[in-house]
């Protein structure tokens, strides 16, 4: 079960509003198209949620500011907004940080048990130096895998670029990356605005 630190009111609610294991599917395009007008249930700052399965400890979440709505109207779902960024350190088995994830906005989606990122989304394998750089990403929990169909850009320790031009999915650990719709050896796109490095070629395989 989860830990939480540093909160206001939101013991009770968190394990629902965050933590709910739901089998459904997620549609890509499936995002508000407008701000939602429901108020916030509660809110805490300066947050730490401590993430297990199983009883074993996995990761730790932190955030300056988080908000959990409830459903206004039975169509409604309940949801865990970070409007102020998110952090998450991933353990591995020997409880050593094995990835990070930080973005600029996280909404977590508690039916899906999936979490939207965006704005300058960065994860980062620790133990590798392998680097992903998108601005959209979805965060699958119960699979623990990162997918997204936007632009993304991956770098490896040893300064191979490999840039998805329709996105890219691979594990928490990001190991089994598959990238979508390139292939070959290619020039970094004179927009990409995924990174400020000096990398000039891509290296891409096609699936």
Known sequence: MPFLRNHKNLLPV??????????????????????????????????????????????????????IYQPSEASDSAYTEFPKSLHVDFYNDSMVVESQLDAGYAKDRSWENKVYLRDSVIVINKLKGDTLRCQELWWDKNLQKFYTNKPAKYSSRDHFVNYGKN????????SNLVFYDNSGTLPVPKDDTLSHTKDTLVNTTNH
């Open 167 to 174: 996105g890219l999915e691979a594990k928490q650990d990001l």
């Open 14 to 67: 968190i394990f629902a509003a965050i933590f709910a294991l739901c089998g459904c599917e997620n549609d890509l395009k499936d995002l508000p198209g407008k701000k939602d007008k429901r108020a916030a249930l509660d809110e805490g700052h300066n947050i730490e949620i401590y993430m297990s399965r199983n009883g074993k400890v996995q990761g730790k979440l932190t955030a300056p500011l988080m908000y």
